[in-house]
């Protein structure tokens, strides 16, 4: 079984930064691409960034040049640090990962760590 743990989450004042982690752990042979979602109050989770396991890299528009994705592929873990933050990014934010174990080859969700962007 494997398991996703974000964190990083909390109060950040607009224009401010947060980073968040996710760490993987269990019976992981390989992971492939890691993303980072996020769902605010009332709205459908949507996709803010992913990374392959070769480290390319994808955005959603609302948070190009302002949020970037990274990964270390030695720790299985997976960031996402996010800078000039606005209102509009708050949100609980879940980590995503595609997976291998000895068993099988699966797509894992974090439980989520909240931000809120409020002065």
């Known amino acids: 079984q494997v398991q996703l743990v974000e964190s990083g989450g909390g109060l950040v004042q607009p224009g401010g930064s947060l980073r968040l982690s996710c760490a993987a752990s269990g019976s992981i042979v390989s992971i492939y691409a890691m993303g980072w979602y996020r769902q605010a109050p009332g709205k459908q989770r949507e996709l803010v960034a992913t990374i392959t396991s070769g480290g390319n890299t994808n955005y959603a528009d609302s948070v190009k040049g302002r949020f970037t994705i990274s990964r270390d592929n030695f720790k299985n873990a997976g960031y996402l640090q996010m800078n000039n933050l606005k209102p509009e990014d708050t949100a609980a934010y879940y980590c995503?990962?595609?997976?291998?174990?000895?068993?099988?080859?699966?797509?894992?969700w974090g439980q989520g760590t909240r931000v809120t962007v409020s002065s």
């Open positions: 995503n990962a595609d997976v291998s174990t000895r068993a099988s080859r699966a797509n894992y």
